[in-house]
């Protein structure tokens, strides 16, 4: 089966710095990247998401690379503001069945 | 993306007792799925709900402690019985977008929150 890791399991910055979650997968099946953020006492949100046959994707502030070769794939939120401070968790995907990381702990702080 | 809800949002049980948990969509959607999420964890899968027939559940899960009904494309229902303190956890509901009930994206519910004494 897959394997999806996610580090660094928290991350701390200031206001204004760049956070960088990094996932790598085993299976080169998988063709589906989302990443969720969840906030506290609420439900994962899909923030943004990726399919294999491409290498970057991009929505204002966050954006996703994919590196199919290697077999990870990164979340990029730049100019971090203190309302992107949650758990954030990729996955990996072929067809209906969705494998997640581990999560990262964001905490931006003001 | 589809409108997801859960009951109840939380709940506190006592052990021995069963909580069924309902999952309601405001469109038709062809995959719902099950997932516990235990405190500070990941997400795992329990099962897919399957319109109609059985649900399939993933390996370490299994009918008789987690019965799940799906009567319709709008709603599905998520029992857990014979309560322990180890079922203290979340539980989300999420749909798959799209109908063709492929590699579609999975949207969740807001979870319900159960602790078991």
């Known amino acids: 089966g897959e394997n999806v890791e996610q580090h660094p399991s928290t991350l701390s910055v200031q206001e204004g710095d760049s956070a960088v979650i990094k996932c790598t997968y085993s299976d080169s099946a998988s063709n589906y990247f989302p990443w969720y953020k969840q906030e506290l006492g609420k439900g994962p949100q899909l923030i943004i998401d990726i399919r294999s046959n491409v290498g970057e994707k991009k929505d204002q502030r966050i954006a996703v690379t994919l590196n199919k070769t290697a077999k990870h794939f990164s979340l990029h939120i730049t100019e971090t503001q203190p309302e992107d401070s949650a758990v954030y968790f990729c996955a990996a995907s072929k067809g209906n069945q969705f494998y997640f990381g581990t999560g990262t702990s964001l905490t931006v702080i003001p | 993306s589809a409108v997801i809800s859960q009951k109840p949002s939380r709940d506190i049980c006592q052990r021995g007792t069963s909580l069924t948990i309902q999952c309601q969509v405001d469109s038709q959607v062809t995959m719902m799925f099950w997932y516990r999420q235990q405190p500070g964890q990941s997400l795992t899968l329990i099962a897919t709900a399957n319109q109609g027939s059985e649900a399939t559940y993933e390996s370490g899960f299994v009918i008789d402690k987690f019965p799940i009904s799906r009567p319709n494309l709008t709603f599905s229902t998520l029992t857990v019985s014979n309560m322990s303190p180890e079922d203290s956890s979340i539980y989300l509901c999420?749909?798959?977008?799209?109908?063709?009930?492929?590699?579609?994206?999975?949207?969740f519910g807001p979870g319900t929150r159960l602790t078991v004494l």
């Open positions: 999420s749909v798959g977008s799209g109908t063709s009930g492929a590699t579609d994206t999975q949207y």
